[in-house]
């Protein structure tokens, strides 16, 4: 599981450097090679962000035992994620000298001020744009929880269940044999009792077939 876990750490490593880079190259260019490396960059990070749910499925079934250092391995991971769409956004409406120069031209001066502006705007509407995702992937991942959650519950009321019903199996097999025990009580008792009342009587019958012979042995001696 653990192997797993990091095949997907060097997937990312490999891609995040991908796209350090090309973030780096974006307000260097214009026009429709800028717009590509930007579409470039956005599935990218969108490979990434899978990357880091597999990562975080994977963590979870992982030992409780080891499964402390892979979490502060994938937070880690998750906090360079943030940090690398920041700088995208901040890339996306960013320019170097040279580009603003070109898209300026002589009049950059004037229209320098109106440019800052403009950026300012985007970038406070990216940040919100920004902070609207993060709540709602916060929403995603508590609507999963809730779900796991829901289902796990469910299992163990199964369980409870199952277990309930083989407790009261368990009960009806207990009474069952413990009539079974109580009628044979009974039989062994009677066996008993006519076992005592059979040598009882085979006790009398002896000692009266012991008194005739000693009977008839006295008359014989005392008709003589």
């Not at 920004?130 to 991942?141: G, I, P, T």
Request: hydrophobic content about 35%.
């Amino acid at each position: 599981m653990s192997s797993d876990f990091e095949t997907y750490e060097q997937d990312f490593g490999t891609l995040t450097a991908e796209i350090t880079n090309k973030v780096g190259r974006i307000p260097k260019l214009s026009g429709e090679e800028k717009t590509q490396l930007v579409v470039n960059v956005d599935k990218q990070l969108e490979e990434v962000r899978e990357l880091l749910e597999q990562m975080d499925l994977e963590v979870r079934e992982i030992p409780a035992q080891s499964r402390a250092m892979y979490s502060t391995r994938l937070r880690s991971y998750k906090q360079e994620m943030d940090k690398l769409e920041k700088d995208f956004k901040r890339s996306r409406i960013a320019y170097s000298d040279e580009v603003r120069t070109d898209l300026l031209g002589e009049d950059g001066a004037s229209s320098e001020s109106q440019l800052i502006k403009l950026r300012e705007e985007r970038a406070h509407l990216l940040d919100n744009t920004e902070m609207l995702e993060r709540s709602s992937r916060r929403l995603a991942a508590g609507y999963q929880i809730a779900v796991e959650t829901e289902q796990v519950g469910q299992e163990i009321l199964s369980n409870l269940n199952s277990d309930r019903e083989k407790i009261q199996r368990s009960r009806d097999r207990l009474r069952e044999t413990d009539a079974n025990l109580g009628k044979s009580s009974r039989i062994l008792t009677a066996m008993l009792r006519r076992i005592i009342q059979n040598r009882i009587l085979i006790f009398i019958l002896g000692a009266i077939f012991l008194l005739v012979i000693v009977l008839a042995i006295f008359f014989k001696m005392r008709s003589r």
